[in-house]
């Protein structure tokens, strides 16, 4: 039996196909992991090491339950994702994981299971030597640096030997440094592409073609400008694939697209090369101060100039709010209530979210506000009319368990430029 197993979930599956197709790449044999999502696979196999992925959100699911029955058979449990990188004391103390990994983990997990075949699947001296690694060594804490792969693309998007597929990360970063966001800090603030040449070569095993990117009109420039010659020659490379039945998904889930870059000629290189007719951006607020607060960088007048563009071009628009934000008044739940109103009245689609304090950003110690009677009104009324989408009621119970998480655990968070700016 897999010495190796590789504890897939839904939530976690992109970032494994990712992984598994860089350990192959540097030699790893696939032949020595079980990969699945079905845990008692894994309890039966009794493996020697057990991998995990996952959010701060999910370690009140059944993680807990997982890892000490693994515990008791001896497993040795190394975690990453990113509440390891964010509070890796926490996910070796509390959560009772032996090894978190933090940062981009191409490099450092190969270099661990290779290390940990070595020394029988012991933590030892040697781990020391491997930048991105958290654990405790005779009882000292261990920090080994934060992994950086600037050349993410030299490592395939997804394994070659194991039938596994998921959508293709073509850029990494983001230049905007929003507040409540965990991928600026965690992934940097320079975007870093995928070469085109690569980006069709393993977009040709894909049905559906997807691609994860945050902000899908951003391919080809550092983040915060647009680059219409590079996302057109990426756009165009793709065509020869639709041509054979695939169909091209863009600026659509499981990416988004920033209001700014809403564009005429953005939107008129959809309609040539894409097969969506909807598009995801982030308004986020109806309130320019709370854009400002949260720095957003972008302003209410360029969320309405997407729609506008938008439903001029036959694009459903799809628009994300948060509730609930740091130090948000009345007044700017209401502006934002007006935002909502006036794009589902233009055609267009709403979904809420209740701010959450993720450990890993500039936001991580702040309270949200309590919704208005004027909000919570409109938001039940919405919904019951299918109007509006999301789980801001989830949410709010989860922002609490968030926040209790946070005082008793907090962190400094290991960053991808250092220390993280703390606004609260």
């Not at 267009?348 to 309590?370: D, E, I, Q």
Request: proline share 6%; charged share 25%.
């Amino acid at each position: 039996m897999p010495e190796i197993a590789v504890r897939m979930t839904k939530r976690n599956h992109n970032a494994f196909v990712h992984l598994l197709g860089a350990l192959e790449s540097q030699g790893f044999d696939m032949g020595e992991l079980l990969i699945t999502k079905d845990f008692n696979e894994i309890l039966k196999a009794n493996p020697k090491i057990v991998l995990y992925s996952f959010f701060t959100e999910e370690i009140w699911g059944s993680l807990r339950d997982e890892v000490r029955l693994l515990k008791e058979r001896g497993a040795l449990l190394v975690a990453g994702g990113y509440h390891a990188i964010a509070m890796p004391k926490h996910t070796l103390n509390v959560l009772g994981f032996d090894i978190a990994v933090i940062g981009e983990g191409e490099e450092v997990l190969y270099q661990l299971l290779t290390t940990l075949k070595k020394t029988g699947y012991r933590i030892t001296k040697e781990l020391a030597n491997i930048r991105g690694l958290a654990f405790y060594l005779n009882g000292k804490f261990v920090f080994t640096g934060f992994a950086k792969v600037e050349d993410f693309w030299r490592f395939p998007p997804y394994p070659e030997s194991v039938r596994l597929i998921s959508p293709i990360e073509i850029t990494r970063g983001c230049p905007f440094g929003c507040y409540y966001c965990q991928t600026p800090y965690i992934k940097g603030f320079r975007m870093r592409h995928r070469p085109i040449d690569q980006i069709v070569k393993y977009s040709r095993k894909m049905k559906d073609m997807r691609y994860i990117t945050p902000n899908a009109f951003a391919y080809g420039s550092p983040g915060a400008i647009l680059k219409l010659d590079k996302l057109e020659a990426l756009l165009k490379a793709l065509q020869p694939l639709r041509k054979e039945g695939r169909r091209l998904f863009y600026g659509t889930f499981p990416s988004e697209v920033r209001p700014e870059f809403v564009l005429p000629e953005t939107l008129e290189l959809l309609i040539d090369y894409a097969d969506n007719r909807r598009l995801a951006i982030g308004a986020q607020s109806g309130d320019d101060a709370m854009l400002k607060a949260m720095h957003r960088l972008h302003r209410v007048e360029h969320v309405q100039r997407a729609v506008e563009y938008m439903l001029e071009y036959g694009f459903e628009p799809v628009v994300d709010f948060i509730v609930g934000l740091p130090n948000e008044t009345e007044e700017s739940q209401r502006k934002s209530i007006e935002l909502m109103k006036w794009i589902m009245a233009k055609g267009g689609k709403v979904r809420a979210h209740y701010f959450m304090p993720l450990p890993g950003t500039p936001w991580a110690r702040c309270r949200p506000s309590p919704l208005s009677d004027e909000m919570k009104k409109f938001l039940g009324r919405m919904a019951a009319k299918g109007k509006i989408e999301g789980s801001w009621g989830k949410q709010i119970e989860l922002s609490k368990r968030l926040q209790k998480l946070i005082e008793e655990f907090y962190e400094e968070p290991m960053a991808y430029h250092g220390r993280v700016r703390e606004v609260c």
